[in-house]
């Protein structure tokens, strides 16, 4: 009982469910970084993207993903909607320059 208890307490035991977790957050962050560059580069060939960039800035932080995954910058062919890290991360690239 006692190498349980200091095992996960302080040795960094985890159980399965955790390590999963944390698995998926990686990945999560490793495919917004992949992706991130892709969605802004399609962003930036949008003939409207003065305007579109304009809009980008001036919306709060917290709704510019939502512009992003409106505009359907960054989608690949066949694939399912951005995760909202990748939409951050694509909106924090174009307001940064």
Do not use: H, Y
Request: charged residues 25%; contains cysteine; glycine residues 12%.
């Amino acid at each position: 009982m006692l190498l349980a208890v200091v095992g996960f307490g302080f040795g960094g035991w985890q159980t399965a469910a955790k390590s999963d977790a944390l698995a998926g957050l990686r990945a999560n962050t490793a495919v917004a970084k992949a992706l991130a560059p892709v969605c802004a580069e399609a962003f930036r060939r949008d003939v409207k993207f003065p305007s579109n960039l304009a809009d980008l800035k001036k919306a709060d932080e917290w709704a510019r993903s939502g512009l992003i995954e409106k505009g359907g910058w960054g989608k690949l062919p066949g694939a399912a909607d951005l995760d909202s890290e990748t939409t951050r991360a694509c909106a924090a690239q174009l307001v940064a320059g």
